[in-house]
Each structure stands twice: as structure tokens, then as C-alpha cells.
């Protein structure tokens, strides 16, 4: 009856099961996973943030392929505020970054070609990729006191059927930034051999260093697709609302708007209210983002101090986002680990191999998890070892 690329495992993982009987018997829960910046304590301005939504301009139904040039101008400013040059006309909107993945696999792949994306990443990729009939090769990230592309790997894992290199930006869970250099490096590789960048933005902003790591969205000289959104930059991810800026060399970068323009029309997913209230939304991005750098920053720096207070584990460095990795001992299975941690210490947290750690011993904690659970599920996650 179904298709192929839907014949997904869909029996509950262990660690989701172990959850949910958790949560029956009503045990106390420190929950490290928390990563809904609407479920953790922020302060918003809801009466800005309703009052966007009632602009009168929405009852009239505006059928714009790439977005409201209203929305689009004001995300263009948010790059212009980044000192990155973004043309209007080059962002297109659409309801979440997954969302303009799946736009840029249907314009550059056809059934069964390639994208290459890192390991260890975020564990959307696989579900998209198979929606859209791509196959995934993962090219390895290595870590030496930070996070580094094994060029020499992602060279080999090149075929005729790879479309693309895929980057997020800082990576998801990792934290760390694509650097000038590999940038470099991936638009040699990608310019030759006629691939396109996919760059993964929405935890740009997020940056734990004074350095303002510039965005993909500029870059000139391989065929780009940079993707952002509010759900992170403005911390509304129940807007749907985010956008895909297409750049590159000219010839490339006509057609692929051209060719996207004709995408994006026979699905016209934006609604008029959340398109007109896009350039309110930005602008409530700094005062979430001042909230939530102090939750990272605290979090960090009480990590730290009982980190320092032990020997049994560590974490690796982060540059960026939402999350940090820690390094635990690998005594055991991660999954097996992370369920032993919920049964016996009220601590959930996720094993390294949801995504794609190259071996036991990590555990990924959320940065934004409410200072006083956080602290206190480390230090029972520590107590296990
Ligand atoms: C790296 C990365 N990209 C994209 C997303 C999803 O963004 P959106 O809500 O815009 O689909 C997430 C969500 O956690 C993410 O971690």
C-alpha cells in the first residue's frame, strides 16, 4: 500500500519508552533535553508579539512566490546588521527550515543523489532526505580541543551523484562554527566539482565568543543555500516562519532562484498574518537573545565549577547554540547509559548516538534548561560515576 521511503522503524526507541513510564509513576525529572525556548522561562513581550499579528494588511490574500518583499526587507536588515550584504530579492520564505531543505533536495537532487552532512549532527536530516528520495553520506567532524571537517574524508566520500555538502552553522550538537578557512576550502571543493553549499544557520546568533562569525549567506563563490528562521534567532518557533537566501555564481544563482520561484509557487505555504508580522518578530530577537546567552553562559559556568570538583567526566568546547557535549565514561552503551541515568537518577539527557557520535561515552546536555534543574541534574549525572 505505502512507499518505500516511508517504511520507517516506528516502534518507541528505549530511552522514549523509559520516558514515558517515567512520567506515569509521576517521578521527579530533570529533564537536560529541554531545547522549546517558549517552555523555559524567557520573557517575551506577548503584547507586541499579538498585536503583530493583527495587522489589518492580512485581509487581503497577496500571492508572492518568495514572501511579502516586506518580511523579506526586514530579514535582509537582520543580515545588513550582521555587516552581510543580502539582497531582498535573493530570500525566499518559508514555514521552517525544514521546509526549505526539502525545497533545495527537490531542486538539486534527483532520486537516489547524494548530500554529504556531518557526523556527528542534528537527527532531522535522515527523515528529510528520505521524504525526498536523497541518500545521505555522513563526512566526519573531528574533534582536537575543537570541531574540525575532515576534508580528506569528505574529498573521498565524493561521487558522481553527490549534489551537495551540507554545513550547519554552528553545528547542532557540536556548537562549533564553520571557520574562514574551511569555508574556504568547501567552496574550492564544491565550485570544482559543481556542488552546492547547504548552510544551517539558525543558531548563528548564538555565539559564545566576542568574534561575529560570518554567515554563508554572503558567500559568492560556490553555489550557497543559506537557512534561518525565527524558531531560534527570535525564539518563536510556533510562528513558522523562517527563509532560504540563495547565493553564489551569477549563472548558477539565476537559475536556482528562478527554478525555486516555481517551487515555492505551487505551495504558497506562508499565511499573510505571520509574513506581515515578520519584521515585529525580529525585532523582539534581542531581548530573547540577551535572556537566553545569560541561561548559556550560567549554565556553562556552573558546569564548570562541578566539573572542576570531579575527574570522572568532562565536555568538550563550545562555540555556539543550545547545546554542550559531555564526555563521559564509556563503560557502557550511550543509549544504555542515558536510560540507567532517567531509572536511577531522575536525569534525562541524550545519548551521543542520536546523533551520530563515532563511539560511547557522550551524553548532550541543553544549555537553556532552567539554571536550577540544570544544576541539579548534573550534579546527580556526575554522582553516577
Ligand atoms: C540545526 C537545526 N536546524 C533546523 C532546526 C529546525 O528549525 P525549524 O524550526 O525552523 O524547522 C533545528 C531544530 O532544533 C536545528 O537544530
Redesign the pocket.
Known sequence: MFADRTSWNLTTNRLAKALSQHRAKGRPLFDLTV?NPTECGFVYDNGAILQALSNPAATIYQPEPRGLATARRAIAEYYAARGCDVPAEDILL????????SFVFRLLCNPGDELLIPAP??P?FDFLADIQDVKLIRYPLFYDHGWEIDFHALERAITPGTRGVIV?HP???TGHYTNSAAMKHLNGICFAKNMAIIA?E??LDFSLTQELHPSFAANREALTFT??????IAGL?QM???WLITSGPEQWKSQACARLDVVADAYLSMNAPIQLAVPSFLQQRTAFQEQLMARVRGNLRELDRQIAAQDSCSRLEVEG??YVVLRVPATRSDEDLAVDLLESSDVYVHPGHFYDFPSDGYLIASLITPEHDFAEGIKYLLARF
Not at 537557512?227 to 531560534?232: A, H, P, T, W
Open positions: 531545547s518559508t514555514t521552517s527550515t525544514s521546509e526549505a531543505y549532527s542534528y532531522l550547519v553545528n547542532n550538537p544551517d539558525v543558531f537557512m534561518s528562521g525565527l524558531s531560534k518557533p513558522k516562519a523562517a547554540g543550545w
